[in-house]
């Protein structure tokens, strides 16, 4: 897949070919490509926080291979059983992360908006 016209746009592309883990600066308005092509690979998001309350980034799976988002305390803060999200070729997902009120306390969490591959 060419993501060219994204940078055009000046958006800023970021393309991981191995499993890692995602800092901040990558989370900012961006798109993350995963090239799965050599094989599966694992995106694990940072801690949610105040500092990045507002960052988005949208993450594509670009090749054959599986793509896995992970967040340690689960999208939404629903914890260890709402963790992953796995996606296929051409699939993507929004992740956003904001504060939530929960039991009468501000958390920090990420939430998943997911589209599966068109046509």
């Given at each position: 897949m060419?993501?060219?016209y994204q940078e055009n746009a000046g958006r800023t592309v970021v393309t991981k070919a191995a499993t890692a883990t995602l800092v901040p600066d990558e989370l900012n308005g961006t798109l993350v490509v995963a090239d799965t092509t050599?094989?599966?690979v694992a995106l694990t998001l940072p801690a949610?926080?105040?500092e990045m309350d507002g960052y988005k980034a949208l993450i594509v799976d670009?090749?054959?291979n599986a793509?896995?988002?992970v967040v340690a305390a689960g999208f939404g803060a629903v914890g260890a059983g709402g963790d992953t999200l796995t996606l296929a070729r051409g699939e993507m997902?929004?992740?956003l992360c904001s504060k939530v009120l929960v039991n009468g306390?501000?958390?920090f969490c990420w939430f998943a908006l997911y589209a599966?591959?068109?046509g």
């Amino acid at each position: 897949m060419d993501f060219a016209y994204q940078e055009n746009a000046g958006r800023t592309v970021v393309t991981k070919a191995a499993t890692a883990t995602l800092v901040p600066d990558e989370l900012n308005g961006t798109l993350v490509v995963a090239d799965t092509t050599s094989g599966a690979v694992a995106l694990t998001l940072p801690a949610a926080s105040a500092e990045m309350d507002g960052y988005k980034a949208l993450i594509v799976d670009a090749a054959a291979n599986a793509l896995t988002i992970v967040v340690a305390a689960g999208f939404g803060a629903v914890g260890a059983g709402g963790d992953t999200l796995t996606l296929a070729r051409g699939e993507m997902a929004m992740v956003l992360c904001s504060k939530v009120l929960v039991n009468g306390t501000d958390v920090f969490c990420w939430f998943a908006l997911y589209a599966g591959a068109l046509g």
